[in-house]
């Protein structure tokens, strides 16, 4: 059975790092469980594997930390879910772009809850919502911005990283970069999409799309 945690207040970046990385050695060891765990964190910024300086724009506004998931430019902070997801990908059939895609349908299966159309994007990581209440592109496409970022590193086919849904955090916060390198689209939370959602609602949703798209 897939252990679930919830962490309440903020929980320090360097802290989750630490914490993952020994789970994910406890699982492959059969030690421990696989574990999906809940937290929030005081605002900073994260760096992937892809990530590409000049996408950095202002470097001392929060605290940058560099980690190996994959993956580019990520704010975490307040009012945004983020899911540390420490799973076998070994035993889910080693395939890790149909893990990805796992993941992405679970975010999607998620915000369905609450009646909202989340999309994939090729060449675009993460899940995105049309806004055509807002002026199209230069090029006539309509705009899109990003309600979920997803970015995950394997280790003896044990998962860490995660993903991220904004739920109602700052989002000027996302200024001080590039999220994900894309330029031409925006950000956008449950909340800025008018919806009255709180953490534990989406909590809930989450582990309810989880048993769903997982049957655990």
């Not at 996408?55 to 994959?70: A, I, N, Q, S």
């Not at 993941?103 to 989340?118: C, M, P, R, S, Y």
């Given at each position: 059975m897939v252990e679930w945690e919830i962490s309440d207040g903020l929980t320090p970046y360097p802290d989750a790092v630490a914490r993952m990385e020994t789970r994910a050695a406890q699982i492959a060891a059969g030690t421990a469980p696989e574990l999906i765990w809940l937290v929030e964190h005081p605002p900073l910024y994260t760096a992937g594997t892809s990530a590409k300086p000049a996408d950095l724009v202002d470097p001392d506004r929060f605290p940058v930390f560099e980690t190996k998931r994959g993956g580019q430019y990520t704010y975490h902070g307040p009012g945004q879910r983020v899911v540390y997801v420490m799973l076998d990908v070994g035993k889910r059939g080693r395939d890790v772009r149909c893990f990805v895609r796992d993941l992405e349908a679970w975010v999607i299966a998620t915000l369905e809850q609450f009646?909202?159309?989340?999309?994939?994007?090729?060449?675009?990581?993460?899940?995105?919502?049309?806004?055509?209440?807002?002026?199209?592109?230069?090029?006539?496409?309509?705009?899109?911005?990003?309600?979920?970022?997803?970015?995950?590193?394997l280790r003896k086919w044990i998962s860490f990283h995660?993903?991220?849904?904004?739920?109602?955090?700052?989002?000027?916060?996302?200024?001080?970069?590039?999220?994900?390198?894309?330029?031409?689209?925006?950000?956008?939370?449950?909340?800025?999409?008018?919806?009255?959602?709180?953490?534990?609602?989406?909590?809930?949703?989450?582990?309810?799309?989880?048993?769903?798209?997982?049957g655990e």
């Amino acid at each position: 059975m897939v252990e679930w945690e919830i962490s309440d207040g903020l929980t320090p970046y360097p802290d989750a790092v630490a914490r993952m990385e020994t789970r994910a050695a406890q699982i492959a060891a059969g030690t421990a469980p696989e574990l999906i765990w809940l937290v929030e964190h005081p605002p900073l910024y994260t760096a992937g594997t892809s990530a590409k300086p000049a996408d950095l724009v202002d470097p001392d506004r929060f605290p940058v930390f560099e980690t190996k998931r994959g993956g580019q430019y990520t704010y975490h902070g307040p009012g945004q879910r983020v899911v540390y997801v420490m799973l076998d990908v070994g035993k889910r059939g080693r395939d890790v772009r149909c893990f990805v895609r796992d993941l992405e349908a679970w975010v999607i299966a998620t915000l369905e809850q609450f009646n909202i159309q989340g999309e994939i994007r090729p060449g675009r990581v993460g899940v995105w919502v049309e806004r055509p209440e807002k002026p199209a592109l230069p090029d006539g496409s309509p705009r899109e911005d990003k309600i979920a970022a997803l970015g995950i590193r394997l280790r003896k086919w044990i998962s860490f990283h995660g993903i991220s849904i904004n739920v109602e955090p700052d989002l000027e916060h996302f200024g001080g970069i590039v999220p994900c390198g894309i330029t031409g689209h925006g950000v956008t939370s449950l909340v800025d999409l008018g919806l009255p959602v709180t953490m534990a609602d989406v909590d809930v949703a989450l582990r309810q799309s989880f048993g769903d798209m997982f049957g655990e």
